[in-house]
C-alpha cells in the first residue's frame, strides 16, 4: 500500500517478485486471505508466538487486514478485531500513528487514513483511553527524543 510503512522495495527480493503481480487485484486478495489466515493460525498456538508477533510485526499485521477492507474484502474481519483486541492498548496507537506518517513524501490512502482513524478514535472513547492515548505519545515522544528525532504529531 504506497504512503504506509516500509516500502515494499525495501524489505526483500521475495517481495519485488510479487510486485509485478500486484496490479492483479484477485491475486491480491487471495494472498492477503492466505496471509491473514496463517497470521490467525499463530495466533490460536502459544502465547509467546503471537506476543513476540505483535512486537515485531504489529504494522505488518494490521495491514494485511486492511487492505483486505480497502479491496472490499470482509472475510477474515472478526478475525481481524479477534487478533487487534489481543494488542496492548498502547501499541495499538503507537502502531496506528506510525501507520497514518506519510513515507517518502507519500500521504497513505484517503480510505486507510479513515478506517485507522477511526481505530484511533475508538481506543480513545474507551475506559482508559485518554491515558493510552496520552501514554503513547509520551513513548512516541521519548523514542524520538533518545533517537535525535523531531517529533511532529501534526497530520
Same mark, same amino acid.
Given at each position: 500500500?504506497s504512503?504506509?510503512?516500509?516500502?515494499?522495495?525495501?524489505?526483500? %527480493?521475495?517481495?519485488?517478485?510479487?510486485?509485478?503481480?500486484?496490479?492483479?487485484?484477485?491475486? #491480491?486478495?487471495?494472498?492477503?486471505?492466505?496471509?491473514?489466515?496463517?497470521?490467525?493460525?499463530?495466533?490460536?498456538?502459544?502465547?509467546?508466538? %503471537? @506476543?513476540?508477533l505483535?512486537?515485531?510485526?504489529?504494522?505488518?499485521?494490521?495491514?494485511?487486514?486492511?487492505?483486505?477492507?480497502?479491496?472490499?474484502?470482509?472475510?477474515?474481519?472478526?478475525?481481524?478485531?479477534?487478533?487487534?483486541?489481543?494488542?496492548?492498548?498502547?501499541?495499538?496507537?503507537?502502531?496506528?500513528?506510525?501507520?497514518? #506518517?506519510?513515507?517518502?513524501?507519500?500521504?497513505?490512502? #484517503?480510505?486507510?487514513?479513515?478506517?485507522?482513524?477511526?481505530?484511533?478514535?475508538? @481506543?480513545?472513547?474507551?475506559?482508559?483511553?485518554?491515558?493510552?492515548t496520552?501514554?503513547?505519545?509520551?513513548?512516541?515522544?521519548?523514542?524520538? @527524543?533518545?533517537?535525535?528525532?523531531?517529533?511532529?504529531?501534526?497530520?
Amino acid at each position: 500500500m504506497s504512503g504506509v510503512g516500509i516500502p515494499l522495495q525495501l524489505r526483500s %527480493h521475495v517481495i519485488r517478485s510479487w510486485e509485478k503481480c500486484a496490479s492483479d487485484q484477485e491475486f #491480491k486478495k487471495t494472498q492477503l486471505i492466505l496471509a491473514g489466515k496463517c497470521i490467525a493460525d499463530l495466533f490460536d498456538c502459544d502465547e509467546n508466538i %503471537h @506476543t513476540t508477533l505483535l512486537r515485531k510485526y504489529c504494522s505488518d499485521i494490521v495491514c494485511v487486514f486492511e487492505q483486505l477492507s480497502l479491496l472490499d474484502d470482509a472475510s477474515l474481519s472478526k478475525t481481524y478485531e479477534r487478533i487487534m483486541g489481543m494488542v496492548d492498548p498502547q501499541l495499538l496507537v503507537c502502531t496506528y500513528l506510525s501507520l497514518l #506518517k506519510p513515507r517518502g513524501g507519500v500521504m497513505p490512502p #484517503k480510505k486507510f487514513v479513515l478506517s485507522i482513524g477511526s481505530r484511533l478514535t475508538n @481506543t480513545l472513547m474507551a475506559k482508559g483511553g485518554l491515558g493510552v492515548t496520552l501514554s503513547s505519545y509520551e513513548e512516541i515522544s521519548q523514542c524520538a @527524543t533518545s533517537l535525535g528525532e523531531i517529533t511532529d504529531f501534526r497530520f
